[in-house]
């Protein structure tokens, strides 16, 4: 092969470095055990039941489906009401109803969003108080 | 293997646009009416200003910064780069193709609120190339700022200089931010929502609360709103309405008059 | 065939580094422009599109002017057109990119640019654009270099080449078309309300772009041996010509309806453009510039003698150039603007950080340009003559047209 040997050499180099988050967990220290999402706020310690508007599980993987639904239908739809599966009614709003719980954005939002390196750009316009 | 370079590059092709038309299954609003709902249908919101008595009585400073407050409008000098949903304009300027020579002073040196028009037929949602803005069904022409690309189309149809770009950050012009209303991000147009979030409340547009009675707000199409029964009674025209736009707002002259 | 532009004389080399400078310049200030808004250009609420859409407007008319090629060769089997037509197709890919390209400059919010796609709008013409700049902008790529690529080979084009030539005819119509219709749909600027926009616009787009064709074939022929017809450079002028006459005549037929009609709203544009209207004419002195170069320009053009000789063809050809440039460019679209929705003028003038982002865009058109046109000289000098192949280059392929980068 022409140059055989250096491409191999450069070949083993690039999936060194390629499967480098592997060699990470593989051979280094424990893998990252997770974010760390704390629900500690006024407003949830006062429910007798905690329950968000959907199961935690749906929320934890869909939240950001719901709440691009909720901005249609707000915005373009003028419906502005939710029905939960339990049949109780919440305002479709981020500032009012999710952050009126979840007031701790650092221990909340960001814990999560920083762990998976997402960069949301959401309260550049809402929640105008934290700012 | 007998596959051919040239096979292969077919088969990776059509792998490539079969992963694209998953991709675009992913769309986050899929499902959603690509045209507004909005709105109770059958409404059609709009004002009649008695230009006469908003001279008299209004203080449009006050509309201006309860307006401000509410949606927290930016307060930029630059008039280049100035946010604008209502304000005053001579009523020469804002009727300059009426051109009439021997108008009485009184009119003629007035001064008229002007602000989006909310058209029947608003050209800046027929050449939105997103749909960011549309129209709702009681006549509401509205703003999707999470979708506007900031192109100015709509700045260039409208015939009425109601819109304005987000020229740089809005934040850095806000004294005070009312956690209520969301602020808006640069790149992005934005101009009077008739008060839609107030509407939807059944409460009434802040600059008709605070007009003193001088500007009046309601549903055109009850013959028994307030807005239509002043309509009747008195001679009104409409800013620019020989472009079929269909504007919302009248403006009614009973200055003429008294005056005469 | 991409090898083709990676070797070449030492001026090549120079032109691709100026122009790889003046890219380099042009993202920085375009990153300022992203991180400070479009505060950052000469734009304001009132001139809400400056040069940025003026500079696209400008350039889809040189991508159309393709079919002023195509339309005799692939129609009419006119053989002359054989060796420019490709030369004609990398024109359009570049033109057509570089519009685009002033296009995204433009947008408050570029990275919401796919939303157009996203949220199909048939009734923006904005949306149709769109369709027809990236049909053009593939169609001309494709047939280009697939007939490039037979030709190194020896082969003939493959068929269905011809037919997408065929389709890219209407196709360029189109997009000046619906260039226009994204102006003359708009009610409330006067200037912009005119059925004979879409006219007015090809007529100005089949005198540019083929006046551009010419003057890059003859610096092709300079610097790279390429070989071009006398009879075709001599028929191109012709239909710069008579396009850019069409083009003043329809101009004039508009100054004749706004003044004879005597109706304020269209008189006060091109009384703003051409003597200045209450207080205010910075364009002035360019429009009357722009109408010098136009006389100039169809003169030249028209008389044998002066036509047939490149010492004044090249000249001339460069007038009707810029006359568009400017009367398209700068007076169609800010022109539009004046007077406001208030009967007030507000002027417009362009941004330090704004005029390198220009610098840049034409950057990246012109870099496309050269390396196209490296590519089509080198095949044609290798088919011709191998031994040439590496003195062949382009380089100069855009020396000439440096100017309009700079205005």
Redesign the interface.
């Known amino acids: 092969m022409y140059k055989g040997k250096r491409i191999v050499a450069f070949a083993v180099v690039f999936c060194a470095v390629v499967l480098m988050p592997f060699w990470a967990n593989a051979f280094g220290a424990s893998a990252s055990s997770g974010p760390e999402v704390s629900t500690d706020t006024p407003a949830i310690n006062q429910m007798d039941e905690k329950q968000c508007v959907a199961q935690t599980e749906y929320m934890k993987s869909s939240h950001m ?1 719901m709440l ?2 909720w ?3 707000v ?6 009401e939710y029905t939960s599966d339990s049949g109780q009614v919440y305002e479709k709003s981020l ?2 109803t999710c952050l009126g719980c979840h007031s701790n954005k650092e221990e909340f939002c960001d814990a999560c969003h920083d762990y998976a390196g997402v960069d949301l ?1 959401c309260w ?6 934290a ?1 | 293997m007998a596959m051919k370079r040239r096979d292969f590059l077919i088969v990776g092709a059509a792998l490539g646009a079969a992963g694209l038309g998953a991709l675009s299954g992913c769309s ?2 899929e499902g ?2 690509a045209r ?4 109770t249908p059958g409404r059609h919101w709009g004002f009649v200003v008695d230009v006469e008595k908003f001279n008299r009585v209004a203080d449009m400073d006050k509309i201006r910064s309860v307006c401000a407050q509410a949606y ?1 409008i930016p307060s930029i000098d630059d008039p280049k780069e100035e946010i604008k949903w209502i304000w005053e304009e001579p009523f020469e300027d804002s009727f300059a193709d009426m051109d009439e020579a021997y108008l009485p002073d009184a009119v003629k040196e007035s001064g008229v609120p002007v602000l989006c028009n909310h058209c029947e037929e608003p050209p800046c949602v027929r050449v939105c190339p997103t749909q960011a803005t ?1 129209k ?1 069904k009681d006549g509401i022409v ?1 703003m ?3 979708r506007c690309i900031g192109c100015r189309f709509c700045m260039a149809a409208c015939p009425y200089g109601a819109r304005s770009l987000n020229f740089s950050d809005p ?1 850095k012009h806000l004294d005070h ?4 209303f ?4 640069r790149g992005v147009v934005e101009k009077c929502t008739l008060c ?1 979030d107030r509407i ?1 409340r059944g409460e009434a547009p802040l600059c008709a609360e605070a007009s003193n009675g001088s500007i009046l707000f309601g549903d055109l199409n009850d013959p028994d709103s307030d807005v239509r029964r002043a309509l009747a009674q008195s001679f009104s025209i409409r800013r620019r309405a020989s472009l079929g736009t269909g504007p919302s707002v009248y403006y009614v002259l009973k200055g003429v008059e008294e005056h005469a | 065939m991409l090898e083709k532009a990676l070797h070449g004389s030492k001026g090549y080399y120079v032109w691709i580094a100026v122009l790889l400078l003046a890219i380099a310049v042009g993202v920085a200030a375009y990153a300022n422009q992203l991180m400070n808004g479009l505060t950052l250009t000469g734009m304001s609420r009132d001139v809400s599109w400056g040069l940025y859409i003026a500079q696209f407007v400008f350039l889809v008319g040189v991508a159309a002017s393709g079919v002023m090629v195509a339309i005799p060769f692939y129609l009419h089997h006119y053989q002359s057109y054989g060796k420019i037509v490709i030369i004609g197709e990398f024109m359009a890919v570049a033109a057509v990119l570089t519009a685009v390209l002033f296009v995204v400059v433009d947008l408050g919010q570029p990275m919401r640019v796919l939303n157009v796609i996203l949220f199909p709008t048939p009734n923006s013409m904005l949306f149709w654009d769109m369709c027809v700049l990236s049909s053009y902008l593939i169609v001309n790529l494709v047939i280009g270099w697939t007939v490039l690529g037979a030709e190194k080979k020896g082969f003939p084009p493959p068929k269905w080449t011809h037919v997408l030539s065929l389709i890219a005819i209407p196709l360029a119509v189109g997009i000046h078309t619906v260039t226009a219709f994204l102006f003359s749909g708009l009610a409330g600027h006067d200037y912009w309300l005119t059925a004979i926009m879409a006219a007015r616009f090809l007529a100005s787009a089949f005198a540019a772009g083929p006046a551009l064709l010419v003057v890059l074939c003859l610096i092709l022929k300079k610097t790279a041996g390429f070989d071009v017809p006398r009879k075709a450079l001599d028929s191109l002028a012709k239909t710069v010509c008579y396009a850019m006459i069409a083009n003043v005549f329809f101009f004039l037929l508009e100054v004749f309806t706004a003044f004879y009609s005597n109706v304020p709203g269209h008189k006060a544009p091109l009384e703003y453009l051409f003597v200045g209207l209450d207080g205010h004419g910075q364009l002035v002195p360019f429009m009357w510039v722009a109408t010098a170069l136009a006389a100039i320009g169809i003169f030249l053009l028209l008389v044998p003698k002066f036509r047939h000789n490149y010492k004044t063809l090249v000249p001339a050809l460069m007038a009707v150039f810029f006359a568009c440039m400017i009367d398209k460019g700068l007076g169609l679209v800010l022109g539009g603007f004046v007077p406001n929705t208030f009967e007030q003028v507000v002027e417009y003038a362009p941004n330090i950080n704004e005029v390198l982002v220009i610098l840049g865009v034409y950057g990246i058109g012109f870099l496309v340009l050269t390396v196209l046109c490296k590519v089509a000289v080198g095949v044609r000098a290798k088919e011709i003559a191998p031994a040439r192949e590496h003195g062949a280059d382009g380089d100069a392929a855009a020396a000439a047209c440096e100017e309009p980068a700079a205005s």
Not at chain 1, 124 to 129: I, K, L, W
Not at chain 2, 177 to 180: A, G, M, S, W
């Open positions: 489906q691009d639904q901005r249609t239908d915005v373009r739809n003028g419906s502005r500032d009012g750009y550049d316009c809402h929640d105008g108080s700012s | 986050p609003t959603a009416p507004a709902e909005g709105g927290n549309f709702r509205e999707d700022y999470h934040a931010v009312n956690p209520d969301p602020t808006r991000t839609s939807d």
